[in-house]
């Protein structure tokens, strides 16, 4: 099911059911990315995720720990404690001490003696460590294997991936809707390190379609053409003569995609393949914006690439350290500059381009996923399956 944003009434027309916002702190009962490995050592480490204070530290078995970051004693941070036995965090007010899951087994100040393990706990959060990252899941009862939320291009074999985290000073809806918004790239990133030499569209329109899996859509422009004269005002661009190169994919399926585009996943994360021009590396360049607070964001860049033998491994591992990871920052901050800046749908006024970014808006509550014990109640209420659960089945509003 394909649309094209450049004919026939939008859905954005008077009339229209209004469509909800986004949560300001991010979409619960999904993993999301929190930090770096290697950063879970001999101290706590406090991070903040979707509003909430949470407390890493290393559980049994090799296991990161992650509890809220507040002591029910008499509520001071976790992360300002102690690792004073292995596999469990002593807060640092009066050592009331927590393992992995939570639990209190031992309250130092109140003596060996004290009644209070077993009795007292902070609430945990799953975790699982892939790709060198603290994977957690926000959400209640138990979690979904981790896979359901990794899309499919981390779950190729023989991939290797490479990432950055940056913290973006904006709310995380805003960041998610830049990647809908297809047809800012050709002309925010026209200037950058990566397709300076391409020829990019000056104009365009804005395809999308449903993913065959259920959990988002599949969002591409497609190029109107490289100069376009505007009356009244002059040619744009001006000049384009040193733009030389065109997008070429040697990976077999990805060919016939000659315009820019990417798929965007519950809760909002997306891969877009491209080709690095000059070095011919095929990339799929992920993007995971993680809901920090309301005014912050923590922006996953996460980067798979395709070794085939041990030399082109570190061929790769070079490339990105010495000279992708850096390009690619100038070209996120081209965004960023200006989404940091921006308001959330205050005041909008949408036009055809926005087609992909309506339907975006449009799916995304319809498909996310709910806590089990609120399906589970609801369904008991109605007999009904809820959203969430027969995604797959219904229209999930990609239809005009
Ligand atoms: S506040 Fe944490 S042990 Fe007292
Ligand atoms: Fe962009």
Redesign the pocket.
Known sequence: MEKDSNSGSGPFEAGSAPIPDAPLLGYRNYWYPVVEARRIGRRPISVKILGEDIVLFPGKEGKVAALVDR??????M?SR?RILFPGTLS??????TYNGDGECVA?I?EGPESNLPGKVRVQSYPTEVRFGIVWAFFGEGDPPPLDEDLPPELKEPGIMTHFTFREWQCNWRNVVENYPDILHAPYVHRTSVEIIFNKVPAWGKCHFELLADGKGMHVRGIGGGVQGDYPGVGKFPAHLWWRVLRRRYKRKEWSGESTAGGDIRMPGNIVVKVRDPYCGVHISNMGWPVPVDEHRTRHLNFLVTYPGNSIHRLALKIWYNFYFRHVHQLFLRQDRRLIEVQRYREGEHLSNTDIALIQWRKLAPKIARRAKAATAAAEGQSGKPTQGQDEKERDVGLSR
């Open positions: 002591c029910p004693h008499r509520g001071t976790l404690g807060c640092g007010y009066h050592g009331w309250a100040v």
